[in-house]
């Protein structure tokens, strides 16, 4: 069966660290790019980064760029996601996604999704 | 950064019913699109890519249209399992990617 299954998340200040890891089982992890999604409470999808098959190429939405660093063990079967200088905007369920199979953009839909690990920025 | 615009935002609808849910980018996009589903307390479902590629194990009554700023989402008959939440999304303007605010469809 194909599955990711997040973990990491929880409560921290603001101006924290967190640092979530998403375990791939189930497909080849080195054949596909990757996503971190998050929605914050009550809110709708916001991408937030991703990163091609070898972790050579990666992306990140204007409000965690400077902040957050995305990276891929392929040897672990596992992706991660770095997030410092945490806001309370930071607020959300994670969820890390698979992208279709291909090397373009016209592939960076999300095809599998995790259900999620939750983080909350607070004082 | 592309802008996504659905409407509507709320679609009140009845099992049966024919919907149509549009996503209105911001500047053209070819037909770098894809549709997701969420049911609450969920992960989203990805329903349709490349605008109109139907996913695999996709019911055939969800269907895709549309190419540059113009696209549609269609569910030919509802049935009770669709009352969920839709999310277009463009993959053309990479980095970012964008999704669409959402449609709420509720049961009439």
Redesign the interface.
């Known amino acids: 069966e194909v599955q990711l299954v997040e973990s990491g998340g929880g409560v921290v200040r603001p101006g924290g660290s967190l640092r979530l890891s998403c375990a791939a089982s189930g497909f080849t992890f080195d054949d596909y790019g990757m996503?971190w999604?998050r929605q914050a409470p009550g809110k709708?999808?916001?991408?937030v980064s991703?990163i091609n098959w070898n972790g050579g190429s990666t992306?990140?939405?204007?409000s965690v760029k400077g902040r957050f660093t995305i990276s891929r063990d392929n040897a672990k079967n596992s992706l991660y996601l770095q997030m410092n200088s945490l806001r309370a905007e930071d607020t959300a369920l994670y969820?890390c996604a698979r992208r279709?199979l291909g090397l373009s953009?016209?592939y960076?839909?999300?095809?599998v999704?995790?259900?999620?690990t939750t983080v909350t920025v607070s004082s | 950064?592309i802008q996504l615009t659905q409407s509507p935002s709320f679609l009140s609808a009845s099992v049966g019913d024919r919907v149509t849910i549009t996503c209105r980018a911001s500047q053209g996009i070819s037909?770098?699109l894809?549709w997701?589903q969420?049911k609450p307390g969920?992960?989203?479902?990805?329903l349709i890519?490349?605008a109109s590629t139907l996913?695999s194990g996709v019911p055939s009554r969800f269907s895709g249209s549309g190419s540059g700023t113009e696209f549609t989402l269609t569910i030919s008959s509802l049935q009770p399992e669709d009352f969920a939440t839709y999310?277009c999304?463009q993959?053309?303007s990479?980095?970012?990617?964008?999704?669409?605010?959402?449609t709420k469809l509720e049961i009439k």
């Open positions: 996503s999604v709708g999808l916001e991408w991703g992306g990140y939405a204007d969820h279709g953009p016209y960076y839909y999300m095809d999704w995790g259900k999620g | 950064d037909s770098y894809a997701y969420q969920k992960a989203p479902k990805l890519y490349a996913q999310y999304q993959l053309n990479y980095p970012p990617i964008t999704f669409g605010q959402g």
